[in-house]
């Protein structure tokens, strides 16, 4: 048997986590909270803490916007060519390749999904990011524009793009590398300077990220984390010195971001939670569609804003398909991330087993029929594992059908009546995403014109690309994240009349 690679790295890691609390990243230096405070951060499949990390209070916050605006205003940053800020962009990415299975293993101890996974998603992720976004900087400029003013005036009339400013970026636990690279990278891109606040749960690979944005060179204070819980990320957002929050959550907390962003009408763009359909047509290729149905509501244990997580299918082959995505979620591997083998890792928290406990409590006394999963797995007494689950004859109007759970829970559902569906797969305070499978090109297209979601997969699902915009519509969110969507966030124009008569 190969010695497992994984096991030293983490042993090493584990070893300098509890040694040293991890500090705040502000004006280039490393500090600990004005207040000295700290707090612990967890291994999900252990339940023991990994270490403490600076609580950064609203006095740090300012320091670290007060140096974001100042390298926002310093020439080593404002008067830095396009061609230099792709250069920096692209060491970045360099260095994140050189230290990826140490990322990897770090994300799989603070957020518990398998090493091999984070690498495969999460650090390859923000590779890519970085380098796409890389390619931005010396591409993003303005028009010229045909106007034609009132009194016979000749005028040049051209618009131009200006940075932002100072950028508050706030990330949740699911992804906490990829969230944070999808926003630093076109942050950074658009000539911003950011304060970074990871989740509270998994603050360690956006340090590990910072500390390589310094070693790829980036001026000091253009890239600033804070990490802390409760009045961190309220203080960020409510400060006057910064010009933008990016989120990425859950809609309550973007509501209350919404709220506390209007002092100074900060722009704000927000990427919030989903209540994805899976739709079915008869004629689908079922193995394929059960294969990545199976993928779409398990990956990453279900915690994933686009999780596919109400499945419509036909009535002629709903049983199918259910017992086909309860097979395999029944044949995952559930174990320690740092397992090669594991498939299958641990929820967040507690908190997140008990909220999609009760979830399927709730479907229980809902009447729906629980075909797998709902408990969990046995041996696995530590840490906050729960099995793939899966709920059939479910009702439209049910919590399970509703609400997001944000864990490994597919709820089911028939349908006969083309029309309905489409009622059906839109009636959701959400619009994320949707899959469809058909092998017919008319339903196809018909659904995806129909179907209210930012993004919309036809025999495929949950592939993203940072060249491809992704946001929602209703409550998913406000804004597109990637492409040239994602330049534009980042970014004010400016247009110019120029009287050349
Ligand atoms: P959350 O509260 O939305 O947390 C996301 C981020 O927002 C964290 O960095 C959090 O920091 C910060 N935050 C919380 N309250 C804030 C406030 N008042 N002002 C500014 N920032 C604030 O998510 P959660 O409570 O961990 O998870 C709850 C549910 O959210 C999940 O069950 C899931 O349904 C949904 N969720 C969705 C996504 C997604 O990708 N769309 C991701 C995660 C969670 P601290 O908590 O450290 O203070
Ligand atoms: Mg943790």
């Known amino acids: 048997m190969t010695a497992n690679p994984n096991t030293a790295t983490a042993e090493r890691l584990q070893k300098e986590l509890a040694a040293h ?26 339940g023991q803490p990994l270490g403490q990390v600076a609580w950064a209070d609203a006095h740090d ?53 398998p090493a091999h996974l984070a690498r495969l998603v999460e650090i390859e992720g923000s590779i890519k990011t970085f380098r796409y976004f890389a390619g931005w900087p010396t591409k993003f400029g303005g028009e010229t524009l045909p106007v034609s003013p009132r009194g016979g005036l000749q005028i040049l009339n051209y618009t131009t793009r200006e940075p ?9 636990w699911n992804y906490p590398m990829s969230m944070a690279a999808w926003k630093i990278a076109p942050a950074v891109a658009a000539g911003c300077t950011v304060v970074l606040k990871p989740a509270e749960q998994t603050p360690l690979t956006a340090l590990r990220l910072a500390a390589l944005a310094l070693e790829a060179g980036f001026p000091p204070g253009v890239i600033n984390v804070v990490t802390g819980m409760g009045e961190t990320g309220a203080a960020l957002v409510e400060h006057p010195g910064v010009d933008k929050v990016a989120f990425t959550g859950s809609t309550e907390v973007g509501k209350k971001i919404v709220r506390a962003a ?55 082959c709903i049983d199918r398909i259910v017992e086909g995505v309860a097979a395999a979620g029944r044949k995952l591997r559930i174990g320690n991330g740092l397992d090669p083998q594991s498939e299958f890792g641990p929820l967040i928290s507690q908190e997140q087993w008990d909220r999609v406990n009760g979830f399927v409590q709730s479907g229980q006394a809902d009447g729906a029929r629980l075909v797998t999963g709902g408990t969990r797995p046995e041996g696995f007494d530590d840490g906050y594992f729960f099995k793939p689950t899966v709920f059939t004859d479910a009702g439209q109007t049910m919590k399970i059908t509703r609400e997001e759970i944000f864990g490994p829970v597919l709820t089911a559902l028939p349908w006969s009546d083309p029309e309905e569906l489409v009622a059906h797969a839109n009636d959701s305070e959400f619009g994320l995403s949707a899959g469809i499978w058909t092998q017919n090109i008319r339903n196809a297209h018909r659904m995806a014109a129909a179907l209210k979601a930012g993004t919309v997969w036809i025999n495929c699902f949950n592939l993203v690309d940072p060249a491809s915009p992704f946001g929602g519509y209703k409550q998913s969110g406000w804004g597109r994240e990637h492409g040239r969507q994602a330049m534009e966030l980042y970014s004010e124009v400016k247009s110019v009349w120029v009287n050349v008569s």
């Open 21 to 46: 609390p991890r500090q705040l990243l502000i004006g280039g230096q490393w500090k600990a909270a004005q207040s000295g405070k700290t707090f612990a951060t967890f291994n999900p499949a252990t």
């Open 61 to 113: 916050v300012d320091l670290a916007v007060r140096a974001a605006r100042r390298a926002f205003e310093d020439p080593a940053w404002s008067r830095i060519s396009s061609m230099d800020r792709t250069k920096l962009l692209l060491r970045l990415a360099d260095l994140i390749e050189r230290d990826a299975q140490e990322l990897a293993v770090l994300e799989c101890l603070d957020n518990g999904k």
């Open 164 to 172: 932002l400013g100072v950028c508050a970026l706030i990330v949740p």
């Open 262 to 316: 209007s002092g100074n009408l900060k722009k704000v763009s927000l990427e919030l939670g989903g209540k994805s359909p899976q739709v079915v047509f008869a004629d689908a290729d079922i193995d394929a569609a059960v294969a990545s149905i199976a993928a779409g509501i398990f990956f990453n244990q279900g915690q994933t804003c686009t999780a596919g997580s109400r499945l419509y299918a036909h009535r002629s």
